[in-house]
Structures are given as C-alpha cells and as structure tokens.
C-alpha cells in the first residue's frame, strides 16, 4: 500500500512539473466593437512585452497597418506574477473577433473557429492557422436579449464594462453636411425600411427621393442588437440592409449569398467569411464594425449618403471626417459626452457623464460568457486551459480573476492586466477613453435597450 501511495505521489509531481512546463491557450472571440479594448488589456498580461501575430485579411485579420483595431492575432509570452494559476507555463492568447452574438454561441456551443497561431513573422503575419473552440466570447448585447442564454449553456456571464455607441455620418458630403442629429422616431424609421428620406430632416417635399440609407450589420452583431433593441425590435426581427457598392458608387438592396470584402455587387455580406462561411448564415450585412466604417461610412462620394449605428471607439477613427469622431451627430439632442459637439475633434479626455448619469441611452454592458467547468464540458475536448486556469472574476490569480478584475467588486484600484485598468489608463491617451469602467455608472438598466434607471 505504501508503495501505492508512493507511485501515486511520484506520478502526482511528475504531472506537476510537466503541467509547469505546459503551455495555456486562451482562445477569444465575439465583438469587434470592444475588440482594442481587449486586444490592449491582453498585452498587459505578459511580464514582458508578447510577441505577436496577426491573421490575414482573408482569415478576418488584416494584411498591413497592424494594431489593436485587427480582429484576427495570436499573443505568446511569459504572464504576469499577478496570474498565479497559470504561473510556470507559456501564455498563448488567440483573438478574432466574428460578432458578439456569434462569439456568445460559439462559447456556448463549442463551435470550432479559425485562429492565427504564433509563426511566422514577429509583429507581422503569421504564417500558420489552428481551428480550436472559442473559450472566452465577448458581447455588445447581454446574452438574455439573444437566442443564446449563459445560464442555459452551463456558461457564465459576467458584465466587464460599458461600452458607448454613437451615430456617425459618411463621408459623402452634400446633403448629409445638414444633419446633426437623429431622433427615436427616425431611427425606427429608418431600421426597418433601411433608410430615411431626406425630407425628414429637410421639411421639403421635394427630398421625398433622396434617400439616407442605414449601414446596417448581420444579424449576429451585439451593436445591431444594441441599436434594434434601443428602438423596441426583437431579436430577429426583419431590418431593411442595403449595401455600397464602391465601385460603381451607389446603394443596393443585396439578393445574392456570395461574400465580398469590398462591399461590390458580387455579394450581399461585407467581411471575412469566417471558417466555413459561417458569416453568411446570419444574413446580409456589415461583419465588423470595422467593416461598415471602412465599407459604408469611409468611401467618399456624393451618392454615398449613409448613416450608421457605430462604436465610439471605431468611428474615433480619422478615417471619418479627418478627426476623432469628427462625423459623429447627436441622438435626441443629447451627445455621448459632455463636450456636446465638441466631441468632434476632440483629443482629450471624455467625459462620460450623460452616460453614466442616465440621459444619454446610446450604450450597453459589454459582458463575457465562457464554460463554468471547462474541465468537464464535452464542447470543448480541445481546451488547453483547465477550470483553475480558467476561473471566473470570484478567483484571484486567474486568467479571468485578473483580466476582468472590477473595483466594483473588489474596491481598490484598477489591477494591472485588467480591461477596467486600461479603460483607466486610456482616459490620457489620445482622443480619450472609447469605454467606461463599471465602477463609474450611476445608472443601470436591465438589459440593452431597456429602461435606464439611477442606482
């Protein structure tokens, strides 16, 4: 018997000393709205500077300009001390982010996906893929407004932070240089129909014809959710989506099933395919929000004279208008930040307060869903983190404990590797902030698109 329990004990270390060599793989998906959010939060994970890599346009990445703005990377390094579960090991996180809704199913359904992995050229692209099942899937739209319930899925959902959208004009010009603001009865005008005449700004019954059409995302876009559910539409409900083709410069109504990258007449979804085409399975539409910024909103040409429901942190880009959110117009009269239109422009710090006061309703709770026992979830027979690892926001010295750290839970201050601690930290950077820490909110509401009501 002793001799049992000294194999036992002997087999024990060896398990340990080969799990301390290991490497973890933290595999993430879902909005691409939040995705530089997360993208900068997971760079303070590693106790030196990650090497990275990043997929390329055909693989929802990109090909060049490489920053916390492309949807497809994979990071390696040596994690911080901070992250004691995982200490001894090699630190892999893999990003690409679909959609929110399609990252909260394919959590939740162990759906394989197709991520970067780190070869290739360092800071560059990298030269080899993995399909592997999401293990962590972010979201615009709380999981109870979406076909895909947390609690149903043996997955958890944890609120992470607040995430602003605004609506922005294109670059087109002409008539568009005379709105600066969109009200409730418009905007649920405009999303069924997928435009709006231009009367409706104008008083004139002779702008009855020219229309403001509504960029509008695929189905599995947690900003879509946010901006159907702010004008009372349920989840599926029908939306009318129209499409640019930038080359012969006009607004189409799409009846193909065919993908493009370049919002041409050859196709009616705009973005990467995904594996096995799984964009196309959520309808016609803008994949990312990059995607409707660089697709939609970008192109500037006088018959581009479009509308979209965008995140503050894509349409800060100087790709729209030639300065942070330079296009940006206001919603009932009422702006993101107290700056008003002096948003337009603006470098400095936001201040969030209409949001986090309650008057300005153009926001949701970003939250994440992942396994509650990934040990044990037949889904995902590919995890390469265990439960421990893993964790959840309740476990300090987790992947989660640490990367969705809140004060709100815990007090204190902002912990290094955490997404509330970059939000923090990006309130002095360029432009300021593009989220808001939970901690900051004195109002709430249910649900997106729900009533706000004070703490």
């Known amino acids: 018997m002793k001799k049992t329990l000294l194999l036992s004990m002997a087999l024990g ?15 993430l998906t879902g909005s691409t709205a939040f995705r530089a959010n997360v993208y900068t939060a997971c760079t303070k994970l590693y106790a030196t500077a990650p090497t990275i890599y990043y997929g390329n346009a055909a693989s929802g990445g ?16 040596t994690p911080i001390t901070q992250l004691t579960n995982i200490s001894g090991n090699t630190l892999i996180v893999h990003g690409l982010f679909t959609g929110s809704i399609q990252g909260t199913a394919t959590v939740e359904q162990g759906t394989p996906l197709k991520y970067a992995s780190p070869v290739g050229t360092a800071n560059g692209l990298c030269s080899a893929y993995v399909t592997n099942r999401p293990t ?14 947390a609690g149903a899925n043996a997955c958890n959902e944890e609120s992470v932070a607040v995430i602003p959208f605004v609506i922005s004009k294109s670059n087109g ?37 020219v229309n403001i059409y509504i960029a509008q995302r695929t189905l599995d876009s947690g900003t879509r959710r946010a901006e159907t559910a702010i004008a009372q539409y349920s989840y599926g409900d029908p939306v009318g989506i129209y499409i640019y ?28 395919a995904g594996l096995n085409n799984v964009n196309a399975n959520y309808g016609s539409g803008y994949v990312g929000g990059g995607d409707l910024r660089d697709h939609a909103l970008k192109p500037n040409s006088a018959n581009n004279t479009s509308i979209g429901f965008i995140s503050m942190s894509d ?15 206001s919603f009932n009269g009422y702006w993101p930040t107290a700056a008003g239109a002096g948003l337009r422009g603006n470098t400095g710090t936001n201040d969030f307060s209409p949001i986090t006061l309650g008057y300005y309703p153009l926001w949701s709770e970003e939250i994440m869903v992942y396994p509650s026992d990934i040990d044990n979830n037949t889904l995902h027979a590919d995890k390469k983190i265990s439960t421990y690892q893993l964790g959840s926001q309740a476990d300090p010295g987790s ?17 290094t590797g955490s997404i509330e601690n970059e939000i ?32």
Do not use: C, H
Request: charged letters at 10%; a neutral charge; hydrophobic letters at 35%.
């Open 399 to 415: 992947f989660i404990g640490v990367f969705n750290y809140q004060t709100k839970v815990y007090g204190g201050s902002p912990l």
């Open 315 to 329: 349409t800060k880009s100087t790709a729209l208008g030639g300065s942070n959110w330079a296009n940006v117009v």
């Open 136 to 149: 962590i899937g972010f979201s615009d739209a709380s999981s109870s407004v979406t076909p895909f319930n």
């Open 173 to 209: 010009g002409g008539v568009l240089t005379n709105i600066s603001n969109i009200s409730t009865e418009q905007l649920v005008y405009g999303i069924d129909k997928g435009f709006l005449p231009y009367s409706s700004w104008s008083g004139k019954l002779t702008d009855t014809n």
């Open 13 to 27: 270390l060896a398990g340990a000393a080969s799990l301390s060599a290991a490497t973890v793989e933290v595999f």
């Open 245 to 272: 083709d930038e080359t012969n410069n006009v607004w189409f109504l799409p009846t193909k099933t065919g993908i493009t990258t370049s919002g041409t007449t050859n196709g009616n979804v705009v973005g990467p």
């Open 62 to 77: 990109a090909d060049s300009g490489f920053s916390s703005s492309t949807a497809s990377w994979v990071m390696t390094g």
């Open 424 to 455: 923090e930290l990006s309130k002095t950077g360029a432009g300021g902030a593009t989220a808001i820490r939970l901690n900051e909110m004195k109002a709430n509401r249910q649900a997106v698109g729900g009533k706000i009501f004070p703490y």
